[in-house]
């Protein structure tokens, strides 16, 4: 019996300490450690807590979100006072305005998909610390999704339908259905749910219609449609030869365009030679020389009406002689031609006719 009593007493000393870690500080608050939600939706983190007997220090709550390298701050408690000027200002708050009351839970609002990550809930009461982790995926629902074909919609060949979400967390299924005719798709189709791809082989005039594809993964959906319109083919041929008369045509009108530009060019230079060809040293035309022979012979003819007293004026000039080549060559003068003065009485015998003219003063009025 005495020999037990050490024992006792060893196990009452393990129930008291394990009864005074219990009494510390213990999160209450269970559910979901992984939630899922659609960006632009708002999410609920929760977080309660009890204190127990022996927490008597300052209460201070934090929210972080845990990085590979790193914590980040989302939003805190502590002092009475909060604090969320950090990584979701605006966006992030405490469901109830006094935390120290045993609720911590936050709510973030208007989700974006770089929200997602492993959340944690910080309590500590000196001297119990306590935390609550809690993973949040943000998803994208499927936006933006394109509707087009690829490929000749002509009788007898391949073409895709395609379907492509530019927008969207994974992972995204597609599917194809016909809401025109029958509403059922061709059996030689093949549609790819992965992909978005459809394809058609052998098309004929009954695959024609309206399709739509509808992209959707956990959250929501999106859809587009198109329509696809399987003709005869055309004539290749045709097509063919008129692309190459169109060729020959315009490689024509370019030659010719060419050519004109050359001749334009060729006569812009002949002009601008001609042009520096003239120059003011030119002599004059042999054909003055014969006109100033046939003056002198004129006035020849003229004198030998004249009687010797007559002639005095002309007796200095020698008018016998010939105009040789050095006339022709001789620089034209600029100066004044003085005719020589006729008496009267040889101008008479001459044929000529007597003029008045009046007397006029010096300032020129006549008198």
């Not at 992984?34 to 983190?45: C, N, Q």
């Not at 995926?137 to 895709?160: A, F, H, R, S, W």
């Not at 399987?230 to 045709?238: K, L, Q, S």
Request: hydrophobic share 30%; with cysteine; net charge neutral.
């Amino acid at each position: 019996m005495e020999s037990s009593l050490p024992l006792l007493r060893l196990l009452w000393i393990l129930l008291v300490f394990r009864a005074d870690l219990s009494e510390g500080v213990t999160i209450t608050s269970s559910g979901q450690t992984m939630i899922t939600r659609a960006e632009g939706e708002k999410v609920t983190l929760p977080c309660t807590f009890t204190f127990g007997p022996q927490d008597t220090g300052s209460l201070d709550i934090e929210w972080v979100l845990l990085e590979p390298n790193h914590e980040q701050t989302v939003i805190m408690y502590s002092g009475d006072r909060i604090y969320d000027k950090y990584k979701m200002d605006g966006r992030v708050e405490f469901v109830n305005p006094n935390p120290a009351s045993g609720d911590g839970t936050i709510d973030i609002l208007n989700l974006k998909a770089t929200d997602t990550g492993t959340y944690q809930c910080k309590v500590k009461k000196p001297p119990s610390v306590e935390t609550q982790r809690i993973q949040l995926t943000v998803l994208v629902k499927p936006m933006n999704t394109k509707c087009y074909v690829e490929g000749t919609q002509e009788i007898g060949t391949d073409l895709t339908l395609k379907c492509k979400s530019e927008e969207g967390s994974p992972i995204i299924t597609y599917s194809w259905k016909k809401i025109t005719g029958t509403g059922e798709l061709p059996a030689t189709t093949t549609p790819h749910t992965e992909t978005g791809d459809f394809l058609v082989k052998n098309a004929s005039q009954i695959y024609s219609g309206i399709y739509t594809c509808t992209a959707s993964n956990k959250i929501g959906s999106d859809e587009c449609s198109l329509e696809l319109n399987v003709t005869p083919p055309v004539n290749r041929a045709g097509r063919i030869a008129g692309a190459i008369i169109g060729t020959l045509l315009g490689l024509l009108l370019l030659a010719f365009f060419i050519f004109c530009c050359l001749k334009k060019q060729r006569e812009k230079k002949y002009e601008k030679e001609v042009h520096h060809d003239i120059r003011e040293d030119v002599p004059p035309p042999k054909s003055r020389a014969s006109t100033a022979r046939s003056y002198i012979g004129s006035n020849r003819s003229s004198l030998g009406s004249m009687s010797p007293s007559n002639m005095d004026g002309y007796a200095k000039t020698q008018y016998n002689k010939v105009p040789s080549e050095e006339f022709e060559h001789a620089p034209v003068q600029t100066t004044n031609f003085q005719p020589p003065k006729v008496a009267a009485p040889n101008l008479s015998r001459m044929g000529a006719i007597p003029v008045m003219i009046p007397a006029q003063s010096k300032d020129g009025s006549i008198v």
